[in-house]
Each structure stands twice: as structure tokens, then as C-alpha cells.
């Protein structure tokens, strides 16, 4: 069986021989660039990483094809970077200071004696009253400039796909989470409140953009008659906190899951054999009715250790309509603060809990930080490669 038809058989609910598992299939089940460089040095493997980092903000890159052969990753990415051809457009400032820019005007600095990323330093709408006011003077992006590079950088990686699942991965945050750093945290939650119609209009205009991506992306796989080879179309917005949604759920039933059923639906009647994936970070289980019945089919992270999310419930209540892509350690605790052993041990109970019946893809919760030693990501590799089997 090979990697495409393993995932296949995960998005089917049925068991492959093995569990699937995904490195760098997205931005967000990848590895950070230490993490990266310190566990293969460990195991004897070349730390080398191609040389345009996919998401540079959070320090993500992408592991050679060798490694990724190794490691059985079972995924391969294409879509936009997410600073284009950030090597030549990073600004480098006094005391090398790395400065960029994203897509919707937000500034990035680094400063590499204590960051370990980005941090964001603007956010080009927080000096408006409102964001009704704010909204028109949101920065754009030169789509002729931006689409060629995406094009340059497809037509790479799709030769990388071969027999693998290929991914389709978005190129900017989601609704939300784009609209908190355009308008400032503060600001947007506030105007949430007061400014309902200022919200919704911002938030059109980056569904606006989304769909343009996508049309963009997927006329360019038809062109070269390599849609087939795509599998799962991949978009993300973090809709909970470690203990709620970020907002009421009322509120993002009108405001925010509308626009992903737009999307869904509209990536899904341009290549109805994709499945859609969606990275949602937090307490989200009262939203899964809502996601689902706006086309979800993949979720991811599956944090279990907020709110509401345990693992069990999740997959008995949801486990025949949702794949379940992640969720196989924790990051926040075991991954990166526990024993070698204690890592082991619960990829060995989540698989008990997840894999029976297909419809997981194994992946940490979220990406593997600087934090993970070399010793734990190794245990949990190995781990998936010895108990991970049907």
C-alpha cells in the first residue's frame, strides 16, 4: 500500500496496514527549524531543509525529500509560502533584526539573540475608531507579483508528490485570526460588539481572497493536469481558547462558519474528490455539528487537552463523519516535558483511542516546537513505527 492509498483508506474510515502519518504536510503538522536540525543530527541524518522556508514567522520548514522518505511521512505540501520568497524580502535590521512583511501589511521582527520567531509588531488597522472605518484602508497584495511566485513554487513542489497524498495548504491564517491581527486584539473583539457589520465586512474581504487563492491554485493544477493528485484542501482558523471558543458560539455561527461553508463548498464543486481539512486550534466541540454541516471532513489538531475535547468522546460521537488528523501527542505538556517513556505511552494509548476503524492520520498536536528534544521526537516516531500497525 502506498502513502496516497494509506490516506485514502483513513479518509475512508476503513484501516490501511499501517497509520498514516504526516511531517510537513501543512504549516501547521510540520517542525520548527531547531527541532528539526537537533533530532536528525541525533539519529545520524542530514539536518539539511529546503532552502525557502514554508512559514519563516514560525520558523517552519520544510525536510529534504530524503528525510521525508525516512521518516515514512506520508504527505506532501504545495500551495504559496507564506512570505514569498522571504530569503530576498526579509529587511535586515541593526544588530541583525529580521523584519517582514505578510500579506495583509502585518510587520514581523525577529531578533535572533532572543527569539525563537517572529513576533508581530503592527497591526495596520488598530488606529481607526472602528473597523468600518479602518476596513478600506486595509493594504493589498499585488496578485500578478504573488500568483507568478506561487506558480514558480507549485510547479516544484508537485514533482515531490509522486505517490503520496498531496495537501493543498492554504497561504494565509484564517477569518478570524487574520481579522485579530489586521485590526489589533483588543480592537476587533471590541468592535465584535460594536461594530457587527465593520466585522463582517473585513471578514468578506478575506474570504474574498481565499477564493481567489483557491481558483488561482486550482486552475493552475488543472492546466497541468495535476488536480487528480490532490487529495485535501487545507484551511485553518483557531476558533477556541484553551477553555472556550474565542468568542460566544452564537457569534461565530453568524459570523464566521457562513463564510468556511462558502468555501468548502466552493473548493468542493471545483474538485468534489477532495476532502476538506480544517485547523482549529482549542474548545471547539460544540462547534463540530456546525463545521460539519458546512463541509468538514478533517480536523485538526484535535487538542484533547482543552475543554470539552476528549478523545473518547470525540471519536465515538463524531468518528464516522470526521478523520481525525493529529491528536497523537500533546505539545504542550507530554512532547516537550516528558520522559521518552511517557511520550511513548500516550502515542500508545491515543492510537488505542483513535485508530480502531481508520479515519485518523497521525500527527502531534500541532507542530513539533524547539522545545522537543531529539530523544522525544524519536520516541514518538518510533513509537508510531512499531505499535502504529493494523
Not at 478575506?206 to 491554485?217: E, T
Not at 484551511?235 to 481558547?241: T, Y
Request: with cysteine; net charge negative; glycine share 6%.
Amino acid at each position: 500500500m502506498n502513502s496516497r492509498e494509506r490516506i485514502q483508506a483513513a479518509l475512508a474510515h476503513k484501516e490501511a496496514d499501517r497509520i498514516p502519518y504526516d511531517l510537513a504536510g501543512t504549516t501547521v503538522t510540520a517542525i520548527t527549524k531547531n527541532a528539526y536540525i537537533n533530532a536528525m543530527k541525533y539519529r545520524g541524518l542530514s539536518p539539511l531543509y529546503e532552502k525557502d522556508e514554508v512559514d519563516p514567522i514560525s520558523q517552519i520548514v520544510t525536510p529534504i525529500e530524503e528525510n521525508l522518505h525516512k521518516l515514512n511521512s506520508d504527505t506532501r505540501r504545495i500551495g504559496a509560502m507564506r512570505i514569498p520568497k522571504y530569503l530576498s524580502r526579509r529587511v535586515i535590521l541593526k544588530n541583525d533584526v529580521m523584519q517582514v512583511t505578510d500579506f495583509y501589511g502585518c510587520v514581523w521582527e525577529l531578533d535572533p539573540s532572543k527569539d525563537l520567531y517572529y513576533n508581530q509588531i503592527s497591526h495596520p488597522l488598530k488606529k481607526y475608531d472602528s473597523t468600518t472605518e479602518a476596513v478600506v484602508h486595509l493594504p493589498r497584495v499585488n496578485w500578478d507579483d504573488y500568483l507568478k511566485i506561487m506558480h514558480y513554487d507549485l510547479a516544484i513542489q508537485t514533482k515531490m508528490v509522486k505517490d503520496r497524498c498531496c495537501i493543498a495548504d492554504r497561504n494565509t491564517a484564517g477569518f478570524s485570526e487574520n481579522s485579530l491581527r489586521i485590526r489589533g486584539y483588543e480592537e476587533w473583539y471590541m468592535d465584535t460588539m460594536m461594530d457587527y457589520d465593520g466585522v463582517d465586512r473585513l471578514l468578506h474581504i478575506i474570504l474574498d481572497d481565499k477564493l481567489k487563492y483557491w481558483d488561482a491554485l486550482i486552475d493552475w493544477a488543472i492546466e497541468n493536469g495535476v488536480e487528480n493528485q490532490i487529495q485535501v484542501i487545507s484551511e485553518c482558523d483557531d476558533l477556541g481558547s484553551q477553555a472556550t471558543t474565542i468568542i460566544d458560539p452564537d457569534s461565530l455561527r453568524q459570523l464566521v462558519i457562513p463564510k468556511m461553508k462558502i468555501l468548502f463548498k466552493h473548493v468542493k464543486n471545483r474538485l468534489p474528490h477532495t476532502k476538506t481539512f480544517l485547523h482549529s486550534c482549542g474548545a471547539i466541540r460544540e462547534l463540530l455539528p456546525d463545521l460539519i454541516e458546512a463541509g468538514l471532513d478533517i480536523l485538526n489538531p484535535v487538542q484533547f487537552t482543552a475543554a470539552g475535547m476528549d478523545l473518547k468522546e470525540l471519536k465515538r460521537d463524531f468518528g464516522d463523519v470526521l478523520t481525525f488528523w493529529g491528536g497523537g501527542v500533546d505539545t504542550q505538556s507530554t512532547l516537550n516535558n516528558g520522559s521518552p517513556q511517557q511520550v511513548a505511552d500516550e502515542v500508545k494509548r491515543i492510537i488505542d483511542i483513535l485508530a480502531p476503524g481508520g479515519g485518523f492520520v497521525f500527527a502531534p498536536v500541532h507542530n513539533i516546537q524547539d522545545d522537543v528534544s531529539p530523544e522525544n521526537f524519536w520516541a514518538m516516531w518510533d513509537t508510531l513505527q512499531e505499535y502504529g500497525k493494523y
